[in-house]
């Protein structure tokens, strides 16, 4: 079924609006909430894996519960392994420009240092700036396509180590309160899982990039090597080009494939507020295209401050 086929048979008042070339689009005139038809729900996914991420206005509506009455029906929810869920709630976590951790402005996808992680996030706007605090998503998809061949060929064979504890210290901007909460909350676990830098997408079949800036190094390449392929294949994923940039209002839910995608949440609107509410859906375990499963290597708890 084609898109314009999908839309009128399945949501006849919904229009889709594409938002970049390579990703992204705008779902006009529905109201997301858990007690949405099967027929409409599945019609949501197929355009989610075609966009990558789909954006909806106007979702005022829609409280933690009923955000996460929509989000399970996606799949089933998770909560954050080290941050938990907010009160009440299964998978709810807030990222709030005020406390530790809540200005996510580099390129990750969530929880890689997971062997499982997260498939589809459902984030909604709650507190949005004047100006600033856009996010900007990238195909992971669309940049393989763009390698060469022989880029192709070496990066199938590639696996990386991604780890939560990256080098937090290294980033723009950061504050204490971010060292706090990286070193209190974000570190009491670390995890270090062992992925295929292209991965095979269980539903579409399309061979994504898997990396960001939770990769530690290369497995069986020299950190030297390491860094320069990193840039290589990472410049790829954030080209202008294979983006699409979100600007927020209150209300607003993005849904985004998480194992086709990566994110970043532009940190430039200085000492104004900014809240946002996640609900995630469980992934699976990336399978490399030789068929080799991700596995997690470290799982060590670390002693209290």
């Known amino acids: 079924m084609s898109e314009t086929d999908l839309i009128d048979n399945v949501i006849p008042c919904a229009d889709v609006i594409k938002r970049a070339a390579r990703i992204g689009a705008e779902i006009k005139n529905i109201k997301l909430s858990g007690d949405l038809p099967d027929q409409t729900i599945a019609a949501l996914e197929t355009l989610l894996l075609e966009h990558k991420v789909i954006f909806f206005r106007d979702q005022g509506h829609l409280d933690d519960a009923e955000q996460e009455r929509f989000a399970a029906c996606l799949g089933k929810l998770e909560s954050h392994p080290m941050l938990g869920a907010s009160k009440g709630t299964a998978s709810i976590l807030e990222l709030d420009s005020a406390r530790g951790g809540g200005r996510a402005d580099v390129w990750h996808t969530d929880g890689t240092f997971l062997n499982a992680y997260p498939k589809i996030a459902v984030l909604r706007g709650i507190v949005i700036p004047p100006f600033g605090g856009d996010t900007v998503w990238a195909n992971t998809a669309a940049a393989y396509l763009d390698l060469t061949p022989p880029l192709q060929r070496l990066a199938d064979e590639l696996w990386a180590v991604h780890s939560n504890s990256f ?4 980033m723009a901007r950061v504050r204490e309160v ?3 909460h990286f070193d209190e909350v974000f570190t009491r676990t670390i995890f270090e899982t062992e992925h295929p830098v292209v991965r095979v997408h269980p539903k579409t079949g399309e061979r994504t990039l898997v990396l960001g800036c939770l990769v ?3 497995v069986d390449i020299p950190k030297y090597d390491g860094q320069r392929l990193f840039d290589l294949f990472q ?12 600007k927020w209002n209150a209300g ?15 940190n430039d609107y200085g000492d104004l507020h900014r ?6 859906v469980a992934g699976d375990v990336p399978v490399s295209v030789d068929g080799r499963c991700s596995v997690t290597r470290q799982k060590t708890a670390t002693a209290p401050p």
């Open 178 to 180: 971010d060292k706090k």
């Open 275 to 280: 809240v946002v509410r996640r609900a995630t």
């Open 216 to 218: 530690q190094r290369f």
């Open 235 to 246: 410049s790829h994923i954030t080209a202008p080009e294979n983006t699409v940039r979100w």
């Open 167 to 170: 080098d937090y210290a290294g």
């Open 252 to 266: 607003d839910v993005a849904i985004w494939d998480n194992r086709a995608t990566q994110h970043y949440a532009v």
